[in-house]
Nanobody, 121 residues
């Protein structure tokens, strides 16, 4: 009923920038929080940044000052601007949307398939 798709990953040199995008589609009444998570090889998935429908943001300490999360509540899209990238930022990045499904108004947490970000020289 609801799908989320990420785009924008790739290979970037240390110190470089990437912009990830997330698009939610389907039978959506509204989206509460949107978040970006990442999972590096051999590690657990961790929260990178999140944003509420009102625009309140939350960041992992490791990315504060370097990453910026934003969203468009009308288009049901989100972005993660990543600057000053480091090799330790290498991971698969996942978009997550806490959605309210149209019609039933039930809560549904939806994950994207992930997009790979590799930071390497």
């Amino acid at each position: 009923q609801v799908q989320v798709a990420e785009s924008g990953g790739g290979l970037v040199q240390p110190g470089g920038s990437l912009r990830l995008s997330c698009a939610a589609s389907g039978n959506i009444f509204s989206i509460n929080a949107m978040g970006w998570y990442r999972q590096a090889p051999g590690k657990q998935r961790e929260l990178v940044a999140a944003i509420t429908s009102g625009g309140k943001t939350n960041y992992a300490d490791s990315v504060k000052g370097r990453f910026t999360i934003s969203r468009d509540n009308v288009k049901n899209t989100g972005n993660l601007q990543m600057n000053s990238l480091k090799p330790e930022d290498t991971a698969v990045y996942y978009c997550n949307a806490d959605t309210i499904v149209g019609g039933s108004l039930r809560y549904l947490q939806v994950w994207g398939q992930g997009t790979l970000v590799t930071v390497s020289s």
